[in-house]
């Protein structure tokens, strides 16, 4: 295990989050490299450790359709393997589809860590209004950890790497 999932629902930030926690140190990108069971989206190198960021499409879709519900089926076993998802939201709207995404991480969720980023927050003008959201947000799910972020201007994302590091092995050598 050294990887780590970024999870939500279609516009919450999870490309922007990535390029952020990715900042300059990457890896890999643009060659959209997949094995068979992970889309790896990017990987951060510090010293000797690697925190291996995948993808999970499939996972917001609805399963009224066959191809949707192959897409979950892989989305699905793929996240079993992960240390760590990290579950985007945007801080100003909770849909249908965030219940969803959270209802799908709720199986095998004991052998991992959830944490939930609540990204956009620099568009929060009432910061206080945002407090009875995320204490709601807390009763869904018991989230290790809950995030504000602002994906965009940076905000708490060092945090999100520091938790991301923490839930991995000393050292990961995953591509020896
Ligand atoms: P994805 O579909 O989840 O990968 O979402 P994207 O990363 O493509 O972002 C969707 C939209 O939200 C884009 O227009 C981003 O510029 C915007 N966005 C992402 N993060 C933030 C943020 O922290 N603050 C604000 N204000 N906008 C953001």
Known sequence: CGMVAIVG????????????????KVSITSRKPQTTRHRI?????????????IDTPGLHMEEKRAI????????????????MVIFVVDGLSWTADDEMVLNKLR???????????????DHIKDKEALFPHLQELAQKFPFDDI?????KSG?????????ARQSLPESVHFFP
Do not use: W, Y
């Open 9 to 24: 629902r279609p516009n919450v930030g999870k490309s922007t989050l990535l390029n952020r926690l990715l900042g300059q």
């Open 41 to 53: 989206m990017g990987i951060h190198t510090e010293g000797d450790s690697q925190v291996v960021f």
């Open 107 to 121: 199986r095998g969720a004991d052998e991992r860590k959830t944490i939930l980023a609540v990204n956009k927050v």
């Open 147 to 151: 995030v504000p972020i602002s994906a």
């Open 68 to 83: 949707n519900r192959l897409m979950n089926r892989a989305a699905a076993s793929s996240i079993a393997d992960v240390c």
């Open 155 to 163: 905000t708490n994302v060092g945090k999100l790497m520091s938790l």
